[in-house]
């Protein structure tokens, strides 16, 4: 059963910076795909990045360009979200997905994981 788990979540001021973490467990997932989506109350789960180990970082996919950023650890289970200059409409539960498949994907229904999510609040 592969489990993922988010951190990093928080309250910050506008303009501020935040790093958030998901790592993958579970037997025989290494080297796929993970995701970021963020969803609101009453809104769909919106995505925000993905990245695909065997695509390599040039094909990463970032929703909120210049102010997001991913990086990944080599071993293939451990993704993060460096948000920088964030706005009050950063505010959401952050949710880290992950695929067998290594191709990245905007889709929720493409992904086959779901950790329990971190929640951004935005707010002075």
């Known amino acids: 059963q592969v489990q993922l788990e988010e951190s990093g979540g928080g309250l910050v001021q506008p303009g501020a910076s935040l790093r958030l973490s998901c790592i993958a467990s579970g037997p025989n997932f290494s080297r796929a795909a993970m995701a970021w989506f963020r969803q609101t109350p009453g809104s769909q789960r919106e995505f925000v990045a993905a990245s695909a180990w065997a695509s390599g970082p040039a094909n990463d996919a970032v929703a909120v360009k210049g102010r997001f950023t991913l990086s990944r650890d080599n071993a293939g289970n451990s993704l993060y979200l460096q948000m920088g200059s964030l706005r009050a409409e950063g505010t959401a539960v952050y949710y880290c997905?992950?695929?067998?498949?290594?191709?990245?994907?905007?889709?929720?229904?493409?992904?086959?994981?779901w950790g329990q999510g971190t929640r951004v609040d935005v707010a002075s």
């Open positions: 997905a992950g695929r067998d498949l290594p191709v990245v994907q905007v889709h929720t229904r493409r992904y086959d994981y």
